[in-house]
């Protein structure tokens, strides 16, 4: 329901005198203006992607009857097309919306193409990882010349694409720092949409995409010492689900919180691989020096992010009780004991499944006292989760495994009905 169509009745209800209600619309039509339209901004993306599909369509269906300087003309073709809406765009329609993630959609491919169609023409030889690296090199600058937050995304996806290309054989090792560059030089645009619009769907999508590609550019730092990267990556989704915590986020729908969803989800899977015996087994078949793990990525990659996410457990809570702690941020702390534990001796396993067992515990608490559905369910997932796995990975009867079960249905049950009856009686006490 509109207040605006409200207006009349409140008024004459003595509850709005006429003045308020003037400020009510004025401030309303203010809003309406300064708000971009949603409908034209993604039809303005679409028709700059239909655009372009259909002139490379056009010219893939002609190319081998045209002579090599009429397909380096079409080639550059698009990409002088794109800049000139990019001239127009900035200055004639610096404030449109549309305009800037038109252009810049349209142009961020035209890059690509042209790039594409002048390597075939001169039949110049080159890698995936090369030719990804060229791209966002030249796309870089459209996402602050035109603020276009869509071209900053298609970066990000770019850039995560060419850290696992970077390792193609025959690569220089040196060129797989290069996506911790191209990271870091988006950043600014993102830090921007993080303060001025932290609610919008391109921020959200940026929260997304960001720690996604965080999660996978870790990744393919592994080849030396692989089993360094269970820490680096404890450590990192630690970091994320602190971050998560900031009010910034926090105050946000839990599905936008990208952070947290990743950083919980991430470490609960990642604890619950290793409550099982086959996780382990590589570690115990190696021997460790330390002059060889220092000179490592996955060890600097390790350090570096269990430092900081020791530094930022510190800051959210120094002034706060112990009662206060979530489990999921200091995760990070009782796997690095865990697995030099596990460097000596299969209690890590144990550890890891007590570790597990806590997280369950301690989420079903804090869901009950919340009485939040979603948490409480969360927790009886991971609980449940961890029973299934013990009961596969032991030799116990079937009938005695389906006895389990049931009883596990029956409290995922019994806990819901009981939130739910405990709501309403709330509910009905107000």
């Given at each position: 329901m ?9 008024i ?35 028709g ?18 045209l ?23 900035i ?41 990804l ?5 030249l ?13 900053s ?48 769907n ?33 450590s990192?989704?630690?970091l994320?689900?602190?971050?998560g ?10 599905r ?17 691989t ?76 144990a ?23 979603g ?8 609980l ?36 739910i ?10």
């Open positions: 509109s207040i605006q169509k409200d207006l009349p009745e409140l004459k209800a003595g509850i709005l005198t006429q003045e308020t209600a003037n400020k009510i619309t004025l401030y309303y039509k203010d809003k309406k203006k300064q708000s971009p339209n949603r409908i034209f901004i993604v039809f303005g993306i679409l700059a992607l239909l655009v372009g599909m259909g002139i490379i369509l056009i010219l893939a269906h002609n190319w081998d009857e002579s090599i300087p009429t397909k380096t003309f079409f080639a550059f073709l698009p990409l002088l097309a794109g800049q000139a809406f990019g001239l127009l765009t200055l004639k329609k610096p404030d449109s919306l549309a305009w800037r993630e038109g252009t810049g959609t349209f142009l961020f491919f035209a890059v690509a193409s042209s790039i594409s169609l002048v390597s075939q023409i001169y039949n110049i030889e080159g890698s995936l990882s090369s030719f690296l060229s791209w966002v090199l796309c870089l600058p459209l996402v602050y010349v035109l603020r276009s937050s869509l071209v995304l298609f970066y990000i996806i770019t850039i995560t694409a060419y850290a696992f290309t970077s390792y193609e054989p025959g690569i220089g090792g040196y060129e797989k720092y290069f996506y911790w560059l191209l990271l870091a030089a988006v950043f600014p645009f993102y830090y921007n949409l993080l303060k001025k619009q932290a609610e919008s391109f921020t959200v999508f940026h929260n997304w995409a960001y720690s996604i590609s965080v999660m996978y550019g870790l990744g393919a730092l592994a080849g030396q010492m692989e089993e360094l990267m269970y820490i680096a990556y404890f990192l989704f630690g994320f689900y602190m971050i915590s900031f009010d910034l986020f926090a105050k946000q729908k839990l936008n919180n990208a952070y947290k969803i990743i950083g919980s989800l991430g470490t609960v899977v990642l604890s619950l290793l409550s099982f015996k086959w996780a382990w087994d590589h570690l115990w078949n190696k021997e460790y020096f330390i002059g060889e793990l220092v000179v490592t990525p996955e060890f600097w990659a390790a350090l570096i992010l269990s430092i900081a996410a020791a530094i930022l457990l510190y800051q959210q809570y120094k002034n706060r009780t112990y009662q206060e702690i979530q489990p999921l941020s200091v995760m990070f702390v009782l796997f690095i004991f865990a697995f030099i534990v596990g460097l000596y001796s299969a209690f890590a396993i550890l890891m499944n007590i570790y597990v067992l806590a997280i369950g515990v301690l989420t079903i608490r804090k869901g009950a006292k919340e009485n939040h559905l948490v409480l369910n969360f927790g009886l997932l991971i449940m989760t961890l029973i299934t796995g013990r009961f596969f990975a032991t030799d116990l009867s079937f009938v005695l495994r389906g006895v389990v079960f049931i009883v596990l249905g029956a409290s995922f049950f019994t806990a819901n009905y009981w939130m009856k405990k709501r309403k009686q709330d509910r009905d006490a107000t």
